[in-house]
């Protein structure tokens, strides 16, 4: 089976958070399974240079593949074909005037240098969208033709409209929701500049409230959609965690469902990470120890084995909710636990996480930025790890925690409640868990994890079940392929 991945960032060439995670590391496994997978992604690049090439230059066996024409008047699009390290084969879609940026490497992909969305992504996105959807209908021309479309969040959702309004036998597609907060609002005027048919701008089309959604374009005319967690897929279907489509999501249920995101253990393990200062396993945790020292005095922080340290690895957005940590630390700190953080995003938490720190320089230190590197040994190094988000549509950092043998300590939302356990129910405890999304709560948990950490023998055997829970790919993979099969089989 051949399968074509459209999505707008992937490990490890571009990232800026789970999607990337996702659209890097599963075609791996699928492959695995002798599923034939081609990843398209925007060329993000450089201007002026092609040596410099952001995307490109770290792909093997680059060549151009053709040219797609100039249909949007940006200029020539072309294909161009590589692959990774992990032998992941790229096709890079190559239009300097929308995706060159010096921004693409300072703000990501979506952001201009001032932190607002770039004026274009309508085009920048709908011009992603139009390829993959060329590439999934035309593939026998180049050899590679795709069995089906696997389109991931709002910027690859307009595939299927493009699909709808070429109205030809198109391969079917299968969309991801990784976020249904970001839905690809755009104003209704811009419409016309994406050789959509006018047919499908009306309210059981793509229209939004006079304006468009290519999130909601998926939602229509998807075969399939999946988001990344079972308990998300439910939560999205109701007011609280809609986003004003659960309506569009109850009447599409039929074909939405739910497969939790796996984690590619090769990239996350504490027995090989190099990124961390000594390597530990299930068996040998003491190790760990090695982790929390190097930790604490990369930060400064002075070494104490009395109260756990807390860490946060994450984008700093009321998603989030880490305003609440802020709410729920005095009476925490007071036991003497530390804090160590690593984010970016809302500038108003990062000033105030830089001012904790501040205030308090012997239990709590910031880094605001983003570093793939520092957030393996602050996996590695940390007690525990907060995640207590107002939503979350599955969670990686929180996978990765378990299998670093430190303790998640997480809000019972979406796949963090489809991952991890305060032993109720007779599961396996392998973390905190805290119900409502306020300060109490959260804290009432903190305090129960520190309580735990003053009884060794009791942390480590919660460390012990966390190492063991298995969130590879595997299972995920096969889940996803027979939802392939099932799809192929109905058009
Ligand atoms: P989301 O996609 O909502 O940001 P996830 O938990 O699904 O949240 O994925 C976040 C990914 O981004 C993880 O791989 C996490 O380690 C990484 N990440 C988040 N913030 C940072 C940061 N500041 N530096 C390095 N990695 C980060």
Redesign the pocket.
Known sequence: MKVLFVASEAYPLI?T???A?VAGTLPIALKKSDIDVRLLLPNYSIPGTTTDSFISSQLHNLNTVCTLGNPFGFGEITLLAGNTDDGLDIWLLDCPELYSSPNDIKSGPYLDSSGRDHDNNHQRFAVLSWAGATLGLHGKLLGWQADLVHAHDWQAGLIPAYFKTWQQRCPPVVFTI??LMYSGVFKGEKYAELGLSSELYNVDGLEYYRDFSTLKAALQYADAITTVSPTYAEEIQTTEFGCGLEGLLQKHKHKLSGILNGVDYTIWNPESDRAIAKNYSARNTGAKNDNRSALLKHNNLPLQNDAPVFGI???LTS?KGLDLVIDALPSILERGAQLVV???GDKALEAQYLELAQRHPQQIAVTI????N??HLLQAGCDSLLIPSRFE?????QL?ALKYGTLPLVRHTGGLADSVSEGMDGKLQTGFVFGNANAEELAAAMHRAADVYSDKKQWQQLQSNAMKMDFSWDNAAEDYIALYHEVIAKR
């Open positions: 990232k958070g789970g999607l995670d990784h976020n690895v994450s984008r998603q690593l984010g970016s930025g983003y570093d793939e520092y957030s549509p599955c969670g990686l950092t990765y």
